[in-house]
């Protein structure tokens, strides 16, 4: 965590998730099903424990710039802060930023414009269209 700078104490993590943003819904990507609403907890039940699988079964959480990386080309990407109990997180051997869990609290969505210069970027991308 300290490497990727990742915000934690001993038994939470602040990570980051692009969504699709719809009538002030935040929608998973995965699952168009799958809804995010700030204050509120999500969770699944059937979280893939094995570290061998890069994208197993579970809430993928990951650094910002992971989350701005994968949503750059949606029309309605909103960044989510969320935050995890350190002890429920799986961190795939082959991880470059990206972890997943069965259950977080959805903090708040971050202006892209606090997502350092590649929010930025995106924030005006956007006003452009």
């Keep these: 965590m300290d490497f990727y700078g990742i915000k934690h104490t001993k038994t939470k993590a602040t990570f980051y998730k692009a969504v699709h943003k719809s009538d002030d819904k935040y929608i998973a990507d995965y699952d168009r099903n799958f809804v995010y609403s700030i204050g509120k907890f999500v969770k699944v039940e059937d979280l893939d424990r094995d570290a061998e699988e890069d994208c197993g079964r579970g809430i993928h959480i990951s650094t910002q710039n992971f989350a701005l ?22 961190l795939p051997k082959n991880s470059n930023g990206k972890v997943r869990t069965s259950k977080v609290k959805v903090l708040r969505e971050v202006p892209l414009e606090e997502c350092g210069l590649y929010g930025k970027i995106l924030a005006k991308r956007r006003l452009k269209q």
């Excluded at 029309?75 to 109990?85: M, N, R, S």
């Design 69 to 90: 990386s994968f949503g750059q080309d949606w029309k309605d990407l909103a960044i989510i802060e969320v935050e995890a109990k350190i002890d429920e997180i799986v």
